[in-house]
T-cell receptor, first 113, second 116 residues
């Protein structure tokens, strides 16, 4: 059965800390892995990763994919209170009639001042 | 670019009534739209995949007669919750993909439905 597992489920840090969020997956027909940030509303897109070893970077956030070991990490450096959110990882299963995103449960990050 | 809107953002309705939620892609043509629901502290659950001009494909366990989906144009899909009950109270989110790129989805802001 396809699954996406995120860890930790929750995390509390202080402003300025660096955090690493993990996402491992077992998906039949991998196409891409996506990271989203969800605050009070719907998820907002962060990164899409399709190739191993190529870091995607946006400001203080970066992410990388390892297709051999089937995982991805999302790094946030110099965290700010505005980074507090649930970070969702999803993997797209590209298998024929069952193409869809498989979602993890998310990591709830709280950044304290 | 790739902006998706939803309307309404929240709605309260009485048990037994029907509620329609609209999802629009504002600056692109969305061949495919997706409807999700999310319960508190849980992840997104795909309800159905909607292709423009054809019937939606529902996920196992989702009642197609209760959750009516219409995707009549390349920029609009609607979800109607028929004869709503309190257990239908949830956060409903739509997403849209560019052309056939289902692996890259852009989400609307969601609709909070409360059935009393």
């Amino acid at each position: 059965e396809d699954k996406v597992v995120q860890s930790p489920l929750s995390l509390v840090v202080h402003e300025g800390d660096t955090v690493t969020l993990n996402c491992s997956y077992e998906v039949t027909n991998f196409r891409s892995l996506l990271w989203y940030k969800q605050e009070k509303k719907a998820p907002t897109f962060l990164f899409m990763l399709t190739s191993s070893g190529i870091e995607k970077k946006s400001g203080r956030l970066s992410s990388i994919l390892d297709k051999k070991e089937l995982f991805s990490i999302l790094n946030i450096t110099a965290t700010q209170t505005g980074d507090s959110a649930v970070y969702l990882c999803a993997v797209f299963n590209n298998a024929g009639n069952n193409r869809k995103l498989i979602w993890g449960l998310g990591t709830s990050l709280a950044v304290n001042p | 670019g790739a902006v998706v809107s939803q309307h309404p953002s929240w709605v309260i309705c009485k048990s037994g009534t029907s509620v329609k939620i609209e999802c629009r892609s504002l600056d692109f043509q969305a061949t495919t739209m997706f409807w999700y629901r999310q319960f508190p502290k849980q992840s997104l659950m795909l309800m159905a995949t909607s292709n423009e001009g054809s019937k939606a494909t529902y996920e196992q366990g989702v009642e197609k007669d209760k959750f009516l989906i219409n995707h009549a144009s390349l920029t609009l899909s609607t979800l109607t919750v028929t004869s709503a009950h309190p257990e239908d109270s949830s956060f409903y989110i739509c997403s849209a993909s560019l052309g056939g790129r289902w692996y890259e989805q852009y989400f609307g802001p969601g609709t909070r439905l409360t059935v009393t």
